[in-house]
């Protein structure tokens, strides 16, 4: 067997789903692991729907999640002129013929089978017929001249064996009339053409395999193994769809989710090694193998890819982590001043607390981002007369203060606990309120040193609205 090539070959005509970033992950770990090629190809022969902007997409989304591909984009509109030829090598090996079936008969012939409730296979009219009974109105289509009798067996590295009745599968188009290859065509030249050893994909392609198979074995070319994957399903349990809200990456950029977390979540969605949840690139790679995939759909679990991404805020390098977060702001919610970058950085420790998204620790850093406090109407309303003595009596302590601490505001606090006849939240909730605008927030002395004298001496000194 020649070096181990897989190829992700995604169709430009939407953008990149969460299924098919999960195939791409596949084939590109597998081929990684095995020292092999990974390939990207571009499935653009249905002119009308495919755009450049979802080609942009797939690749921009494919860069995100960190899969790189070997050597450019093989673009399959560039090699429809070979599709074709193998088509009439297939006629004059006696492989394909000719149909000249009009598209009303055609459409009798489903008709009548959907009344009989059964599936509706070509009747193979034009099979065995002679050229000389062609019409000469009717532009012929070429199908492929499928296997009539028996069984096939498909040695599938992930499903076992799977075996089908040759006479299901009908005799299927090659060329439309107008001369365009079909997806099984061009798929089966382009997979031999780029010496594929394993075609990794969706496990609704097993039909489509076994005529490919056909197509290969037809032109006596050597056939890749095939390996096919369950599908991944929603948490309802139905097929995942484009139309599904968070099935793009870009659904979970938007919030926060880290490239490297929902990769991880993603290597683990219907693959396991031992009891393993968290995989670093070089682990992926090490361990990832085919026996490891299951045969059963998986479920999309947003709960999971959250405790996932909890898991590497709390974990990566917070040089790492504010490298993110400032490239996600960017972003989506605009580029953080430089004089509240440092505030940010040194302050990540506490407001990547409880944290499950980038998203998050945004929310969380509001009051340093802010210049002006942006109050909740309803925390607003704790601050009583009992509160705003409490904040005077803190501002008028905090004046003298010539470097805010920890250890020198803690003794701060616990006089204003004791003169004001209260407890810790008596005295941290109305701070919390004047210097954020919320009851929730980190803890009031984090609060006060990511502020910096100034800003909280400002903060005290301003009406609470």
């Known amino acids: 067997m020649s070096k181990v090539a897989t190829r992700f070959a995604p169709s430009p005509t939407g953008p990149l789903h969460i299924g098919g970033v999960r195939t791409a992950l596949f084939n590109w770990l597998y081929s990684k692991n095995q020292n092999g090629k990974f390939y990207l190809r571009v499935e653009d022969t249905d002119k009308e729907r495919s755009k450049d902007k979802y080609k942009n997409q797939i690749i921009q989304s494919l860069e995100w999640i960190g899969i790189d591909y070997d050597g450019e984009e093989y673009i399959q509109s560039k090699k429809v002129n070979d599709h074709k030829k193998v088509a009439n090598e297939l006629i004059k090996n006696g492989h394909a013929y000719k149909c000249y079936c009009s598209s009303e008969e055609i459409e009798e012939q489903k008709k009548r089978a959907k009344q009989k409730k059964i599936p509706y296979i070509y009747d193979r009219k034009w099979r065995d017929k002679k050229e000389s009974d062609a019409p000469k109105d009717i532009?012929?289509?070429?199908?492929?001249?499928?296997?009539?009798?028996?069984?096939?067996?498909?040695?599938?590295?992930?499903?076992?064996?799977?075996?089908?009745?040759n006479n299901t599968i009908e005799d299927f188009v090659i060329l439309r009339n107008d001369g365009t290859p079909t997806y099984n065509l061009s798929a089966?030249?382009?997979?031999?053409?780029?010496?594929?050893?394993?075609?990794i994909r969706g496990?609704?392609?097993?039909?489509?395999?076994?005529?490919?198979?056909?197509?290969?074995?037809?032109?006596?070319?050597?056939?890749?193994?095939?390996?096919?994957?369950?599908?991944?399903?929603t948490i309802e349990g139905k097929k995942l769809s484009k139309r599904d809200q968070a099935s793009t990456l870009d659904d979970y950029s938007k919030i926060g989710i880290m490239p490297d977390a929902l990769r991880n979540?993603?290597?683990?969605?219907?693959?396991?090694?031992?009891?393993?949840?968290?995989?670093?690139?070089?682990?992926s790679i090490k361990f990832f193998n085919l026996d490891g995939i299951g045969k059963s759909p998986s479920k999309l679990d947003m709960?999971?890819?959250?405790?996932?991404?909890?898991?590497?805020?709390?974990?990566?390098?917070?040089n790492d982590l504010f490298n993110?977060?400032?490239?996600?702001?960017?972003?989506?919610k605009g580029e953080i001043k430089s004089d509240k970058k440092d505030k940010i950085k040194k302050s990540l420790t506490f407001l990547k607390n409880k944290a499950k998204t980038l998203e998050d620790i945004?929310?969380?850093?509001?009051?340093?981002?802010?210049?002006?406090?942006?109050?909740?109407?309803?925390?607003?309303k704790l601050i009583d007369d009992k509160a705003r003595r409490v904040i005077s009596d803190f501002k008028i302590q905090f004046e003298k203060i010539d470097q805010p601490s920890r250890e020198i505001l803690e003794p701060i606090v616990n006089d204003l606990i004791k003169s004001h006849d209260t407890n810790f939240k008596g005295v941290g909730q109305p701070l919390r309120i004047a210097l954020t605008g919320s009851k929730f927030g980190p803890g009031i002395y984090d609060i006060i040193l990511s502020l910096g004298k100034e800003v909280v001496q400002k903060r005290l000194s301003a009406k609470i609205a």
Request: proline letters at 2%; aromatic letters at 12%; glycine letters at 4%.
């Open 303 to 318: 709960s999971r890819i959250l405790s996932m991404n909890e898991h590497y805020i709390k974990n990566i390098d917070e």
């Open 324 to 332: 993110q977060l400032t490239d996600y702001c960017k972003l989506y």
């Open 265 to 283: 979540y993603l290597l683990r969605l219907g693959w396991s090694y031992k009891d393993k949840e968290i995989f670093s690139l070089d682990e």
């Open 203 to 233: 496990d609704d392609h097993k039909i489509n395999t076994f005529k490919q198979i056909q197509i290969y074995e037809a032109m006596k070319w050597e056939l890749p193994s095939f390996a096919h994957i369950p599908l991944i399903h």
């Open 362 to 380: 945004f929310n969380n850093g509001q009051y340093i981002i802010r210049d002006e406090v942006n109050f909740n109407k309803d925390d607003v």
């Open 188 to 199: 089966s030249v382009d997979d031999h053409q780029m010496n594929m050893t394993h075609i």
């Open 139 to 165: 532009k012929p289509v070429i199908r492929f001249k499928s296997k009539i009798d028996g069984t096939s067996v498909l040695k599938d590295l992930v499903q076992g064996d799977v075996e089908i009745e």
